[in-house]
């Protein structure tokens, strides 16, 4: 059983940054795909982006392209989500998930097994 823990979410302005992560608390890390999910009010569980097992291979949603990026450091067991140039409509929880499902990376929330309880990201306008 894999325990995700986020942390690094709050409120920053438009234009802003903040750098989410997500600490694992399994020692094969490196067997996992990992995911980021955003979940606004009201709205579904969206995709935002993934990595795969190695860090070689990266997805993301388009209107995140050129503004988030996705790493991971498998000797600490975490993955990051670094957002730039923040939006409003960036303002949801932001999830991480992993998964042993698979080659490279997942982009299907029902292919995830493992979820974190999620941070709260706010951009004001």
């Known amino acids: 059983q894999v325990q995700l823990v986020e942390s690094g979410g709050g409120l920053v302005q438009a234009g802003g940054s903040l750098n989410l992560s997500c600490a694992a608390s399994e020692r094969t890390f490196s067997n996992y795909a990992m995911g980021w999910f955003r979940q606004a009010p009201g709205k579904e569980r969206d995709f935002v982006g993934a990595?795969?097992?190695?860090?070689?291979?990266?997805y993301y949603i388009n209107s995140v392209k050129g503004r988030f990026t996705i790493s991971r450091d498998n000797a600490k067991n975490t993955v990051y989500l670094q957002m730039n140039s923040l939006k409003p409509e960036d303002t949801a929880v932001y999830y991480c998930?992993?998964?042993?499902?698979?080659?490279?990376?997942?982009?299907?929330?029902?292919?995830?097994?493992?979820w974190g309880q999620g941070t709260q990201v706010t951009v004001s306008s």
């Open positions: 998930a992993a998964t042993q499902r698979g080659v490279g990376v997942q982009m299907t929330r029902w292919n995830y097994d493992y």
């Open positions: 990595i795969n097992r190695s860090g070689t291979s990266l």
